[in-house]
């Protein structure tokens, strides 16, 4: 790996406005929903209407002839499919359609094809099926439901938790639960598909086209290179879009058997059962403390739902092993194979859910011994990985729950339970402290630039909003010395070179690194041009020696000897230079450090109206540790949509499945709550701490902190105003009461 260095007056960490605004805004940027092909036609589902059981026959006739049908599959006609591989976040969901077993509520039962949408919805209308029915397991707690235990080897322990409890002055011991909630992206998911022969152009709501590519291409059992998908824009995810799903690979099954290009748009009911969701979980947390504020014990058990064949898996309770110091603790995770469709990452997995037990049980033991509950986790702070005990690359979390403190003003707080009124509204103040773990795995890029003196950064990454396509364009301008308007980054290819999905929190980790390397091998090439040329000033010059700036590179010790790029190419008779980059993630033993993932301090003031039963948050102050910021205005953006999520996660989200059936009963956005505008308080972000040192970049991710720890902050904001611990998400008006 080659570095350069790079010019003072740096274009990132400014909040520059979004490259890919102009097309937005314009609607020139092209959804899935947006392609259209010659010939194409368009595709319905048919869902099933029980929860378990077998399909005792179905009959396709009248749809087969209804106006413009071309066909329709079901398990009887769909050939055998491959199941999809093991990916970076686990196995792929089961091959769709391959026997007449029914496992969930909603499940493709069958595929449609017809000229026209309305065509296609009218024709799957007229599918008729006789079931078999099974009793359905629906509830994680069902005694008769198969238990998972450890499913990935995340459980933890060291000390002696028993010992520990028995020294402890004040023990809590706590049960808590959180529900199914439903990832609900503006726009439905929708899939394209049109076959070549053997090859396949896919375009898919995805947040991680290597991943479409790699799985369409198992299952067809097609070479990898006989797929390309194409996720320019996505249109939200919030993690939905990390799996391939059963409806992506029926799309590309119908468009093989018509020869036609087919579209397929679920239904926002259909998003509710066949893209994923954040699984329910049901904690028991025991936390034991001295009186003078020392955690001596901690024992975190979780149990959370999944699939009856599926390996979706969350460790919610891991979380609570690495947050604190404390010599005694015991985590472990199950989950309860149940008749629901497949779970999968919704913003903060795991952490979203157990962040809200663990910083809930934080906040009781604090008052059980009287203190302030940011002077004990400042305490209990952990200096260095309470697990593998390396130094952090980089923690600020003290930084975060000062600085965020003193802007808050928690230093008002009157401790007393009630205490704090503003004519008819109680107020609280309540906070949490937490973090996001560090992910980062391979990535791929490409930069190369040309004799106008453009660069072109390429990757297959995507961008679900984060602002991938700004910060990249960024850095990009950064490392190569260009204007902003002279640099474009491209993504959403899978021709690209390889990126891994946007989930985690670490995409712009892995992709800020392997843009950083592609640049800086990119400069290497310009230098090995002129390495033997005698009229340029670059001569035996190397990219510890060079700066890149104003579209040149310049001997850092003497500014005015240099050239501008478009002068190489030219002397040389070149259109273009290119070059290649990989970032690999940090090895924790090599560096000596353990990788840190973003920390933060949440801070909410809460007002109730005690006769009314009314709850709003009214203000929320997020303190973060995201290590280098590559952009302040998408970070800060990031952080208030988190801050958003977790309101909606704390007091409005939950799925709604009926006992008897397994339907999902509010699968609409008229009746899954979330929060609108008038919902949202005044919102501020701090960024604090210093570029991280595990990687030559030193970013960390901020996507998912913003979530966690929202639901924990209100809730104990809520008992320090009425005295009434919520334990059970959404917090409801007959828990205020």
């Not at 640099?487 to 989930?503: C, E, I, N």
Request: charged content about 20%; hydrophobic content about 40%; proline content about 6%.
């Amino acid at each position: 790996m080659t570095t350069v260095e790079t010019r003072t007056d740096t274009v990132v960490g400014e909040g520059v406005d979004r490259v890919d605004a102009p097309l937005k805004v314009t609607g020139a940027a092209h959804y899935p929903n947006d392609f259209n092909y010659p010939g194409m036609v368009h595709a319905a589902l048919v869902g099933s209407t029980i929860a378990a059981g077998r399909i005792r026959s179905i009959d396709a006739s009248d749809a087969q002839s209804a106006p413009g049908v071309l066909t329709v599959i079901t398990h009887l006609t769909a050939p055998q499919l491959e199941r999809g591989p093991m990916t970076l976040l686990g196995p792929s969901p089961p091959a769709p359609m391959q026997d007449d077993r029914i496992l969930h509520y909603g499940q493709h039962i069958a595929i449609v094809v017809a000229d026209s949408p309305e065509q296609a919805r009218h024709a799957a209308s007229l599918v008729r099926v006789e079931y078999e029915p099974a009793e359905a397991l629906l509830e994680i707690e069902d005694p008769r439901a198969e238990i998972l235990e450890n499913p990935w080897g995340l459980d933890t322990e060291r000390g002696d938790v028993s010992a520990g409890f028995a020294a402890a002055d004040a023990v809590v011991d706590e049960r808590y639960t959180t529900p199914d909630n439903t990832n609900n992206p503006l726009g439905l998911f929708t899939t394209i598909a049109s076959w070549h022969g053997d090859s396949v152009t896919i375009h898919d709501s995805t947040q991680w086209p290597h991943n479409v590519r790699t799985s369409i291409a198992q299952i067809f059992q097609i070479p990898e290179s006989g797929v390309r998908v194409l996720a320019p824009f996505v249109g939200g995810g919030f993690g939905a879009g990390l799996r391939v799903w059963s409806h992506t690979i029926l799309t590309a099954l119908a468009a093989r058997e018509v020869k036609h290009p087919v579209k397929l748009v679920l239904t926002r009911p259909q998003m509710f059962t066949s893209v994923g969701h954040r699984p329910n979980s049901v904690q028991q947390i025991k936390i034991g403390a001295t009186r003078s504020g020392d955690l001596v014990a901690l024992e975190h058990h979780s149990i959370s739902s999944v699939a009856m064949e599926d390996d979706d898996y969350e460790p919610v309770a891991f979380g609570s092993a690495v947050s604190y110091t404390c010599p005694n603790v015991l985590t472990r995770d199950r989950q309860a194979r149940l008749n629901i469709p497949c779970p999968g990452s919704m913003r903060a997995p795991a952490e979203g859910q157990g962040s809200f037990a663990l910083e809930s049980a934080i906040d009781e033991v604090a008052h059980a011994i009287g203190m302030d509950p940011l002077e004990f986790r400042l305490r209990n702070y952990a200096e260095n990985h309470p697990v593998l005990g390396l130094p952090w690359s980089s923690k600020a979390l003290r930084e975060c729950y000062t600085l965020g403190a003193d802007r808050f003003g928690w230093s008002r707080r009157n401790p007393e339970i009630g205490s704090m009124r503003d004519g008819r509204w109680i107020i609280g103040y309540g906070m949490a402290g937490v973090t996001y773990p560090y992910y980062q795995v391979p990535c791929q890029a490409r930069a190369s630039l040309r004799r106008d003196g453009s660069a072109y950064v390429t990757s297959a990454a995507t961008d679900i909003g984060t602002g991938t396509y700004t910060v990249m364009t960024q850095l990009a301008a950064e490392l190569l010395g260009l204007d902003l308007g002279r640099v474009r980054f491209d993504l959403g290819d899978s021709d690209m070179p390889y990126a891994p999905q946007a989930g985690g929190s670490g995409l712009t980790g892995a992709l800020a690194n392997a843009v950083h390397v592609a640049c800086g091998n990119l400069v290497q090439e310009f230098l090995d041009i002129v390495r033997d040329d005698e009229d340029s000033p670059l001569r035996g010059a190397t990219p510890e020696t060079v700066t890149a700036s104003d579209g040149r590179l310049h001997r850092t010790d003497a500014p005015d000897q240099g050239e501008a790029y478009t002068d190489i190419l030219a002397r040389h008779g070149l259109e273009e230079l290119s070059a290649d980059g990989r970032s690999v993630p940090p090895d924790a033993q090599k560096i000596g450090m353990a990788t840190a993932g973003a920390f933060g301090a949440k801070f909410v003031e809460v007002r109730l109206d005690p006769q009314l039963g009314l709850l709003r948050v009214a203000r929320v102050v997020s303190a973060i540790d995201g290590g280098r910021i590559l952009n302040e205005k998408t970070a800060a953006s990031q952080i208030n949509g988190g801050t958003v999520g977790g309101i909606s996660q704390a007091m409005f989200e939950a799925t709604a499945t009926d006992a008897g059936t397994g339907r999902i009963a509010n699968a609409t956005f008229g009746d899954y709550l979330m929060p609108v505008n008038a919902d949202i308080p005044d919102m501020e972000v701090i960024f604090c701490g210093t570029p991280d040192r595990a990687t030559k970049v030193g970013t960390k991710g901020v996507g998912e902190v913003g979530l966690v720890g929202i639901a924990a902050a209100i809730g104990n904001a809520v008992y320090h105003a009425t005295g009434r611990r919520l334990r059970s998400l959404p917090f409801t008006i007959d828990q205020l009461f």
